[in-house]
């Protein structure tokens, strides 16, 4: 395995994307929404970038310099330059922070993988730089196999577990409740808004008091 596949939790961490362009726009967005500081240096930015409302991405219109990195977590660099992009991930280095290199495989200290976001479920699909143009190809198969019906699942299965260990560890037991669960087509019930069938459901497996209602009172308004 050539990458260590991890879930980073990058939330008020600073974040340094260097270069404006469509790749640096990408990148800073998706930091953004996972809650990063982004910070964005470029002579110039993309239309996305540049009509933003005030947001979490601060814009510094310059060339890059060592100095961008100070404080910064993580750093992207995405100019269209690679000389400079080798550069950038040298300063990065000296500093100790991990750097991602947009232009080739194996230069740099992590990539990005194509990413379906289904609330709390995510799949994120690399190739290892083998073939980006793949990862994509998959991440709209797998948008298309698994609607917004799968992140409400998860949040109806994340607030199961949490009343169940409440009451007691019991990986065992839990295990078997949750393959029951799994097994009882919840995700085509939930997409059908079938309310009482999930309730007979719940109920048959965790016992009264176990409804929908009570889970997740929210659900009725939730968009699919
Ligand atoms: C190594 C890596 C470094 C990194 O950026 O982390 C990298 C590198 C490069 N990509 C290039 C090209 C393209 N990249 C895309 C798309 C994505 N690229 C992403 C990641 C990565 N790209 C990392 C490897 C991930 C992996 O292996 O899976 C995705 C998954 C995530 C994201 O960027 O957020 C995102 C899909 C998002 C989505 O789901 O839509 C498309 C498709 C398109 O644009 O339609 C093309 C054109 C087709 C093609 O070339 O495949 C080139 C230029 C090659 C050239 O010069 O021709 C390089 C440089 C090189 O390889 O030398
Ligand atoms: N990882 C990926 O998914 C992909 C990567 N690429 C690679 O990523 C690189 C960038 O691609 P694009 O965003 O499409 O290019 P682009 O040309 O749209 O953007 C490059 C940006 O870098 C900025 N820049 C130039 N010199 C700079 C400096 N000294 N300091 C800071 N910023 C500077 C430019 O002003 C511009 O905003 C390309 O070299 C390409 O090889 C291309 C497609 C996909």
């Known amino acids: 395995m050539d990458y260590y596949p991890i879930f980073l939790d990058v939330k008020d961490r600073c974040c340094l994307v260097a270069g404006g362009g469509a790749v640096g726009t990408r990148k800073a967005f998706g930091l953004a929404r996972a809650g990063a500081r982004v910070t964005v240096v ?9 009509n933003m409302p005030v947001s979490a991405i601060t814009l510094k219109k310059k060339n890059f310099e060592d100095s961008d990195l100070d404080g910064m977590s993580l750093a992207f660099a995405a100019t269209d330059n690679m000389q400079l992009n080798a550069g950038i991930r040298q300063a990065a280095q000296k500093k100790n922070i991990l750097c991602n290199i947009a232009d080739g495989r194996d230069k740099g200290d992590f990539i990005l993988p194509a990413v379906v976001e289904r609330g709390d479920l995510i799949f994120a699909v690399s190739t290892c730089g083998a ?14 196999r698994f609607g917004p019906e799968y992140g409400i699942l998860a949040a109806l299965l994340g607030r199961i577990r949490a009343i169940l260990l409440e009451r007691g560890h019991d990986p065992k037991g839990h295990r078997k409740t ?3 669960l799994l097994d009882a087509d919840l995700p085509e019930k939930i997409a059908a808004g079938q309310t009482r069938q999930i309730d007979t459901v719940l109920a048959g497996i965790l016992g009264e008091g176990f409804s929908l209602e009570r889970l997740m009172p929210d659900f009725g308004t939730r968009e699919l």
Do not use: Y
């Open 178 to 180: 949750f393959c029951a």
């Open 42 to 50: 470029s002579p110039d930015f993309s239309d996305e970038l540049s």
């Open 131 to 144: 073939s980006p143009a793949l990862s994509k190809h998959l991440r709209l198969a797998l948008e298309a």
